[in-house]
């Protein structure tokens, strides 16, 4: 059986947009995390960050960030983490704690590897990056044909070909287009 980065080979200079890579996988695999202590808590300036549980108390809850500032807020202003294993999650709806701060974090983690589509559930969330990235080559497309959406990773070229496939069989597939930030269907 091929190594899952050989098996990625195919996507060409795409690879690396599309999935982390086996080394970062098993990385993220051994990182120390403490399940009871690492949340994310709500911030005044940055919406969520990681912190550490530090005390409970009275209905309050002291935790340290990661930029070393203590908070100190209500206890349902914290929000469980999911192990680092998650990160850059494919498939959103994997999670084992599905919640705003953590798909806002899978989110911000795969933009800033350039990893600009993911699953949640059966739709496929897109971040603009404003800027073009050698995902929509021929290469690319090719690698998408024929394969099912749990067979590769995230892109709107799995979408489109599995809904060209189920029209050739004449299975039904809903395909839903949201409204963008300038109004025209996703």
């Excluded at 994310?40 to 530090?54: A, I, M, N, Y």
């Excluded at 933009?111 to 690319?140: D, H, Q, R």
């Excluded at 050739?168 to 109004?183: D, H, N, Q, Y």
Aim: with cysteine; hydrophobic share 40%; charged share 25%.
């Amino acid at each position: 059986m091929a190594s899952p980065d050989a098996e990625m080979a195919v996507f060409g200079e795409a690879a690396p947009y599309l999935r982390k890579s086996e080394k970062e996988r098993i990385e993220a695999q051994n990182k120390p995390f403490d399940a009871k202590t690492s949340v994310f808590v709500v911030h005044p300036k940055e919406s969520f960050v990681k912190g550490t549980v530090q005390s409970k108390e009275s209905g309050k809850v002291t935790v340290k960030t990661e930029a070393g500032e203590t908070l100190t807020v209500k206890e349902d202003q914290i929000f469980s983490m999911n192990p680092p294993k998650y990160d850059k999650i494919e498939d959103m709806a994997m999670m084992t704690h599905l919640h705003e701060p953590a798909v806002l974090y899978n989110l911000k983690e795969r933009y800033a590897a350039w990893m600009i589509y993911t699953y949640s559930g059966l739709f496929c969330v897109t971040v603009n990056p404003y800027k073009w990235l050698p995902v929509y080559n021929p290469e690319v497309v090719l690698a998408y044909r024929g394969k099912k959406r749990q067979e590769a990773p995230p892109h709107i070229f799995s979408i489109s070909d599995n809904a060209y496939q189920f029209m050739l069989t004449g299975e039904k597939m809903v395909i839903v287009g949201l409204p963008c930030a300038r109004g025209h269907a996703a």
